[in-house]
Antibody, heavy 117, light 111 residues
Framework: QVQLVESGGGVVQPGRSLRLSCAAS????????MYWVRQAPGKGLEWVAV????????NYADSVKGRFTISRDNSKNTLYLQMNSLRAEDTAVYYC??????????WGQGTLVTVSS | QSVLTQPPSVSGAPGQRVTISCTGS?????????VHWYQQLPGIAPKLLIY???YRPSGVPDRFSGSKSGTSASLAITGLQAEDEADYYC???????????FGGGTKLTVL
């Protein structure tokens, strides 16, 4: 069965960096586009970044453009999100999700990132 | 402000029918992009409920249905059950933003 397991969240000071990972199993990882979606406490879902199956295309929400970098290692079945210059408003649960024709077919359980001094 | 507009809350008694609207614009739903719906139970990751405007993944009861017309889409839930109490989100693609967009979410309360 499809499994997506995020890790790397935690408490970080404003301006610092953090790297999230999403380990995929149960499907051919290299065949699917992947998303990062976040949810601030008590708020709705926000798309953060997307990467195509082979890593050749990627895109970011304006709120994170220039600060966050999405990447993937298809040999390790792992998706990453490098988050730099973190701000308090980046505090959220970060989910990775498998994309299929524009919809998010499977989601991980999420990892909490708290940006606070 | 979300690009896709949903009512913050809806409610209904067990057995009743409720609908949740998702209103967009000419750069997303009105441009022909598909609308997808997700259910998020309290404290749990979202789950795909409807894809491609009206298709249900296997395992989703046929009490849930989706439709799209013009710049809007709707999610209908018939025969409301207590376990349907959750947050519901619509999602589409926006050409002016060149990215995915979500609605602000609707909290369904089963009375």
């Amino acid at each position: 069965q499809v499994q997506l397991v995020e890790s790397g969240g935690g408490v970080v000071q404003p301006g610092r960096s953090l790297r999230l990972s999403c380990a995929a199993s149960g499907f051919t990882f290299s065949s699917y586009g992947m998303y990062w979606v976040r949810q601030a406490p008590g708020k709705g879902l926000e798309w953060v970044a997307v990467m195509s199956y082979d890593g050749s295309n990627k895109n970011y929400a304006d709120s994170v453009k220039g600060r966050f970098t999405i990447s993937r290692d298809n040999s390790k079945n792992t998706l990453y999100l490098q988050m730099n210059s973190l701000r308090a408003e980046d505090t959220a649960v970060y989910y990775c999700a498998r994309e299929h024709f524009g919809y998010l077919q499977h989601w991980g359980q999420g990892t909490l990132v708290t940006v606070s001094s | 402000q979300s690009v896709l507009t949903q009512p913050p809350s809806v409610s209904g008694a067990p057995g009743q029918r409720v609908t949740i609207s998702c209103t967009g614009s000419s750069s997303n739903i009105g441009a022909g992009y598909d609308v997808h719906w997700y259910q998020q139970l309290p404290g749990i990751a979202p789950k795909l409920l409807i894809y491609g405007n009206s298709y249900r993944p296997s395992g989703v009861p046929d009490r849930f249905s989706g439709s799209k017309s013009g710049t809007s889409a709707s999610l209908a839930i018939t025969g409301l059950q207590a376990e349907d109490e959750a947050d519901y989100y619509c999602q589409s693609y926006d050409s002016s933003l060149s990215g995915s967009v979500f609605g602000g979410g609707t909290k369904l309360t089963v009375l």
